[in-house]
């Protein structure tokens, strides 16, 4: 059988048209895989019945584990231990977790459960990136006691590592069973709108006509990892009667990007013969973002105008919805609303008739939590090396940034301020006064250039002074009482210092005499108690070829000077003695004059010995002498 060649092209474009539709009805896999589930306070990982596996606790900067006081009242494994974290630890302790730069969903469980047999539920709050989300208060709710809570969030991690802490009130240990972190599309609940500098924390997850489902909690499935709760516990008035319907039908137009949104969300809602109304909680003074979502599962409504119904956000008309006319029958639709500065504790929503009864399939809602300032990154990181060559102990909560949440306090002995353009925090003061540190100055402390007071005075620091330290917004610097070494850095005559005290260390050398000024010019400055140090009144002075334990500038240019004269008098003299005689006989002869006179003095010689010769062979044969010189 052949086919014509306009058969062929029409065949091909049916399979291409084909190919296009079924790609379009089908979602792609989720393309993110970087996830973490932290079973916090347990040794040994494990896998639950929903076939997640948790890790063992890891990524804590400090704090002891428990198990809550009843085991067996709790389903799951990672609800039964948990981690807190005492006094001892410091008041601000965090999970660092790494995870490359994007979007992620955070989930908590919080419980007491009278682990510690006090009866005393904690105060304390939690943080995400620098940013306040959580807050929880004694006396908790027994519900909550008793039970724990789940808490979540969409967040973003810019720098390559997630920061999520927390901060003791009073002397209450915070606490904490679970963290999950499950990385999301970064464009979704429109990000491309609100910019990535938005917390969304999860105000209400509603999956009308369903109990709480969702990773964890069931087998169904979430992309995200999200959990959705039964709508029941928040409708308000006659919504309380609504009906429940269900299907099983396959809902087109779900699990796609960014959002995600879960099959089942749709295939359950509720409906009620007039309006249909929420009353959900939140905090005041703050945005909320609230999503709807529908999709026409009633087989009995088959055209647009049998089902439409106004949608009201304290009692604000926001929008008029017709499913059907949307997107026909068994297909999502969602559409969302921002809610601007709350001004109650309590957000309501309303479903209103035009024609039919209203239908609701889904409805969450989040605050918006504007990310907070944080220390600027290049300061974060001097602290962090600060933290690590001071040994500062755990006691003092150096954890988390420096600076931030701005609701908290500072790192102990630290004080922070905007800086000039208000853009991020910056580090004005440390005061690490008589804190039995042992370490050193880390060189990086150049990098506060918004240091004014540094105290490290009565400690045990060792080494020598960084020749960064000495920032020009310095002006007060107290290294008192310590066992530093070696020279006082010329970076700190370049700084407004108005106190300087140096005094009992093991410094030495000769001190600059910018820095001494600093007293003449009204300041105070204290050098004794560093024997090795000289060059300004009252100390001694220096030796003119030794500073600073080695040789001085000087010392140096005057031994350059003797080595240079040295070799010049050497060549000299290899020049007199060996390239100037060279000139006359390179075979080292002797003169033609000093050969003649040799030649001279021998032939006398000879003559001299043939005369005496004769004279003795007369003399033996009895001749009379004759006189060698007769007259």
Not at 401 to 409: M, Q, V, Y
Not at 410 to 430: D, F, R, S
Not at 557 to 569: D, E, H, P, Q
């Amino acid at each position: 059988m052949f086919l014509s060649r306009s058969t062929m092209s029409f065949l091909f474009l049916f399979l291409l048209s084909l190919a296009l539709l079924l790609h379009s009805s089908s979602p792609l896999p989720y393309p993110y895989n970087t996830s973490f589930h932290i079973d916090c306070g347990s040794s040994t990982p494990s896998t639950d019945s929903y076939n997640i596996s948790w890790l063992p606790d890891k990524f804590f900067t400090g704090g002891s584990t428990s198990v809550v006081s009843e085991p067996l009242h709790f389903h799951l494994q990672h609800e039964k231990t948990l981690r807190y974290f005492p006094l001892s630890s410091g008041k601000k302790n965090c999970y660092n977790i790494p995870l490359p730069a994007g979007r992620y969903y955070i989930r908590t469980f919080t419980v007491y459960d009278n682990y510690d047999g006090k009866s005393h539920s904690p105060s304390f709050d939690a943080s995400v990136e620098g940013t306040l989300v959580f807050s929880w208060r004694s006396p908790w709710p027994e519900s909550l006691t008793r039970d724990g809570a789940y808490s979540d969030l969409f967040a973003f991690v810019k720098d390559g590592q997630l920061d999520f802490c927390f901060y003791s009130i009073a002397t209450d240990p915070p606490v904490i069973a679970s963290l999950e972190v499950v990385q999301i599309d970064p464009l979704s609940y429109n990000s491309a709108q609100t910019g990535d500098s938005y917390i969304l924390v999860n105000y209400g997850r509603l999956s009308p006509g369903s109990s709480q489902w969702g990773p964890g909690f069931t087998s169904d499935p979430d992309a995200f990892g999200r959990s959705w709760q039964s709508d029941s516990d928040y409708r308000a008035g006659k919504s309380e009667s609504a009906k429940v319907i269900t299907t099983k039908e396959k809902i087109t137009g779900t699990d796609k990007a960014p959002n995600y949104f879960p099959m089942k969300l749709y295939q359950s809602a509720v409906t009620i013969e007039g309006r249909l109304e929420y009353e959900l909680p939140v905090d005041a003074k703050l945005d909320y973002l609230v999503w709807f979502h529908f999709a026409e599962i009633d087989s009995t409504v088959k055209k647009a105008g049998e089902r439409v119904f106004d949608v009201l956000v304290n009692d604000k008309n926001v929008s008029r919805v017709d499913i059907f006319k949307e997107v026909g029958s068994f297909a999502a639709f969602s559409l969302n609303y921002t809610e601007k500065n709350l001004s109650s504790s309590v957000l309501n929503v309303k479903l209103s008739p035009v024609a039919g009864a209203p239908l609701i399939c889904g409805l969450e809602n989040y605050a918006m939590v504007p990310a907070d300032l944080a220390t600027v990154p290049e300061q974060v990181v001097a602290m962090k090396a600060l933290k690590d060559s001071l040994r500062v102990p755990d006691r003092m909560g150096w954890n988390g940034d420096p600076c931030a949440p701005t609701d908290w306090d500072a790192w102990e002995g630290v004080t922070c301020h905007t800086n000039k353009n208000g853009t991020g925090l910056v580090i004005t003061q440390i005061e690490l006064g008589s804190q039995g540190l042992k370490g050193y100055i880390s060189e990086q402390i150049s990098l506060l250039s918004n240091l004014i007071n540094l105290n490290l005075s009565t400690n045990s620091l060792d080494g020598t002074l960084p020749i960064g330290l000495g920032q020009k917004s310095l002006a007060r610097l107290d290294l008192s009482d310590n066992q530093f070494s070696g020279s006082i850095p010329e970076s700190l005559t370049s700084s407004n210092l108005q106190l300087v005290r140096l005094n009992n260390n093991l410094l030495e050398g000769r001190v600059p005499e910018e820095l001494y000024s600093v007293g003449v010019h009204g300041g105070t400055i204290d050098l004794s108690g560093n024997k090795g140090l000289c060059g300004v009144p009252p100390l001694p002075d220096c030796p003119l070829f030794w500073e600073n334990g080695r040789l001085s500038k000087g010392g140096k240019i005057a031994i350059g000077l003797s080595c240079f004269l040295f070799v010049a008098v050497l060549l000299l003299v290899i020049y007199i003695f060996c390239i100037r005689r060279g000139r006359n006989d390179y075979d080292f002869g002797l003169p033609s004059d000093l050969i003649s006179l040799a030649a001279k003095r021998n032939r006398y010689q000879r003559q001299k010995s043939l005369m005496l010769l004769e004279m003795e062979s007369q003399h033996a044969k009895g001749l009379p002498s004759v006189p060698l010189n007769p007259r």
